[in-house]
């Protein structure tokens, strides 16, 4: 395969709300080479799986991966990274399966990758306010490496239309290629669930490799669909841990200073699940940090 080949990787749990739309809206690509969806079914039990092999049955423009169980978001995407790289695609993007693309939203990504040889990034906005953004790029904070989303909340304008150097590459939607792949290696699938966005865009900038913002390519973002957002316990439990093993493995000497930050954090989203009356978010909260502190990575 030529190296006008791109290979979208979907990871599908329980998504039956969310798959067509979005799968719909990549076939309507205006990239000019073959564009192949791979769809990896975390052991969905909501029979979204079989419902895409129906709908596109006559469709080669798909190819499915069923997990055995749930093994987490990283380890989804890199099942199908890796068909991707045994197929000889050269670019790989990975997209949440809650989102819908513009047309030619593949099509600027993959001309800004060629060009630099950068991970590229697109311009995220809300699929339920479209005019609003939600992620233009990201940036990691320079003292406790924080990810932020460029332009969160704030009117989408000309102002981010534009190509621009980021730091924090948000795992909703990202276009690796193969070299950086090979040079990177797979996503971290201690993680589970979360920060392994972050892990990934802090080992990118220990390996010089950059991130790049493409601002014509344009996303709709559902957002939290994918995951039920952050209010269980489980997501409070995968942020506790998974934010303290994340920056511990990057920090080194200035990870004392994140530590107090942490638990200033913490303190304040204790008191306020407190006030709430919601004691399993605080419980959820201090079984992530115990397992990390004893060592405990993957799924809870």
């Known amino acids: 395969m030529g190296k006008h080949m791109v290979c979208v990787v979907l990871v599908n749990y329980n998504g039956k709300k969310y798959n067509r739309a979005c799968i719909d809206s990549i076939l309507r690509n205006t990239y000019r080479g073959k564009v192949k969806i791979v769809v990896v079914d975390n052991a969905s039990s909501d ?11 006559d469709t080669d423009n798909i190819y499915y991966i069923r997990m055995k169980e749930n093994g987490g978001f990283s380890k989804a995407n890199n099942e199908g990274i890796k068909w991707a790289l045994e197929q000889h695609y050269r670019h790989i993007l990975l997209l949440n399966n809650d989102t819908e693309i513009e047309p030619w939203t593949i099509e600027k990504m993959v001309q800004l990758q060629e060009k630099t040889g950068h991970i ?49 590459a948000n795992g909703c939607c990202i276009l690796l290629s193969d070299q950086i792949i090979y040079k990177m290696g797979l996503l971290d699938e201690r993680f589970f669930l979360y ?47 998974n934010w303290l093993m994340c920056n511990r493995g990057y920090m080194r000497a200035r990870f004392i200073l994140f530590v107090i930050y942490f638990v200033l954090n913490r303190l304040c989203w204790a008191a306020i699940w407190l006030l709430t009356g919601r004691r399993e978010m605080i419980k959820a909260m201090w079984q992530g940090i115990f397992d990390f502190k004893n060592g405990k990575t993957g799924r809870l």
Not at 47 to 57: H, N, Q, V
Not at 214 to 224: E, L, Q, R, S
Not at 227 to 233: D, K
């Open 47 to 57: 029979g979204s799986l079989e419902e895409l092999e129906k709908i596109y049955a």
């Open 120 to 168: 590229v990034v697109p311009k995220i906005l809300y699929a339920d306010m479209p005019n609003i953004i939600w992620c233009a790029g990201g940036e990691l904070s320079p003292l406790i490496k924080k990810p932020r989303h460029r332009g969160a909340g704030k009117p989408d304008g000309i102002r981010f239309d534009g190509d621009n150097i980021c730091t924090f």
């Open 195 to 241: 920060y392994e966005d972050t892990e990934y865009s802090m080992r990118a900038s220990r390996n010089e490799i950059v991130i790049s913002y493409c601002g014509k390519a344009v996303v709709y973002h559902k957002v939290n669909g994918s995951t039920g957002g952050n209010a269980n316990p489980a997501n409070v439990y995968y942020i506790t841990r």
